[in-house]
Structures are given as C-alpha cells and as structure tokens.
C-alpha cells in the first residue's frame, strides 16, 4: 500500500524560508508524480507545484513560481518542497500526493492524485 508522510512544516516570518519532505513507500515510484498541494482553512485545495520521478519534470503554480523549488531523491522515494520569500498567504496545511496518470498530464489537479499523506502545517506571520 503507497504511504505518504509530510515534515518540515512550521512558523516562520514572512520572507523566511521552510523546507518540506514527502516519503513515499509501498511501491517503487519509478513512473509516478508527485505533487504538493495546500489548503488553507475556508478554501479549496490548491495545487502548489508537481514532479515526474522518471525524468524530474516539474511545474509550478504561478502564485509560487520563483519562491518555491521542488526536487526529489528517488534513492530515498523522497520529494521536497523548498520555499523561500515566504508570504502570509502562503499559510496551510500542505500536502504531498502521489499520482500514475499525472505523469503525463503534468496535472495539478487533486482529483488526479491517488493516495495523500496527512498534511503538514505552515504557519508565516507577518
């Protein structure tokens, strides 16, 4: 069974930086996507940015391109989510999800996304 657990999560200042970690388990991940997505309370989800294990595509929505950077280690089945320039309205819960069909799609949309880990939450103060 495919497993998703989040860390790095916290309270930081705007204009700080956070790293976030997804491990995946319970499959080999070789042609999966995995994508982080965050939701903050009384709104929907919002896909964040995503990345193709096989060839480490990437994307990002526009609302974080230039402040976040996803990358991965596949020999640790683990995906990370740097951010930087942290703003107030970055605060959620962040999470990370795994996805087959995604691959190709480079989709950012949750209902594409399988199996998600519990959330992590990341808290900026202004």
């Known amino acids: 069974e495919v497993q998703l657990v989040e860390s790095g999560g916290g309270l930081v200042q705007a204009g700080g930086s956070l790293r976030l970690s997804c491990a995946a388990s319970g499959d080999t991940f070789e042609n999966w996507a995995i994508g982080w997505f965050r939701q903050a309370p009384g709104k929907e989800r919002e896909g964040v940015s995503m990345i193709t294990l096989s060839d480490h595509a990437t994307r990002y929505a526009n609302s974080v391109k230039g402040r976040f950077t996803i990358s991965s280690d596949n020999a640790k089945n683990t995906v990370f989510l740097q951010m930087s320039s942290l703003k107030p309205e970055d605060t959620a819960t962040y999470y990370c999800?795994?996805?087959?069909?995604?691959?190709?799609?480079?989709?950012?949309?949750?209902?594409?996304?399988?199996?998600w880990g519990q959330g992590t939450q990341v808290t900026v103060s202004s």
């Open positions: 999800a795994a996805s087959r069909w995604a691959v190709a799609s480079m989709s950012l949309t949750a209902v594409e996304y399988d199996y």
